[in-house]
């Protein structure tokens, strides 16, 4: 057997440690470098004079050249185009068309809302000429209406003057026909 080389079997030999293992990043990609600055602009290139073009017509008239007047007339006003819109021929043949359909929906609306309440008044009325006296909760049973609906139509009936109230407030309150 081959001699070992300075190390003696009985003498424990120590353990190396293992080395951690280094895990490295990628490298970042090499990336061009921005600068903030902004680089110089190229000078320009003056164009040889045989080569440059014709030169556009700035908004001051030259010297040498008579003013035209013809610029300063104003201008004729132009049609509004909702009023002055021209009506296609077809609709104009046939039915008219309102200038406002909104407005008129709601104006529609306003009288029937007018109309009911004229009935309900003329219903109050009615029931005074049966009865002399008539009350606020007799009305809210007569019409099916609140107490302050009732009371409503009760004060309108009195301002026009076809009623009056006699009393004060509460249960003693009646309204006659005047």
Known sequence: MPPEANTPSDTP???????????EA???????????????????????????????????????????STHDKPL???PDPI??????PSAAASTP?????IRDFLNKARVATQDRKRKKRDKI???????NKITNDEVEKLLHVSDATATRYLSALEKEG?????????????YSKI
Not at 13 to 23: A, D, H, W
Not at 163 to 174: A, D, L, W
Request: hydrophobic share 30%.
């Open 83 to 88: 009023e002055h819109a021209p009506e296609p």
């Open 162 to 174: 076809r009623i009056r109230q006699v009393g004060k407030t509460g249960h003693g309150v009646v």
């Open 97 to 101: 068309t309102p200038a406002h359909p």
């Open 26 to 68: 990628p490298a970042p990609a090499a990336e061009p470098v921005t600068s903030l600055e902004t680089p110089p602009a190229p000078a320009e290139a003056v164009p040889a004079p045989e080569t440059a073009q014709p030169s556009i017509p700035t908004a001051q008239i030259p010297p040498d050249e008579p003013f035209d």
């Open 13 to 23: 030999q120590p353990i190396p440690e293992s080395p951690t293992p280094v895990i």
């Open 125 to 131: 009325m009615q029931a005074l000429t049966t009865k």
């Open 76 to 78: 004729p006003p132009e």
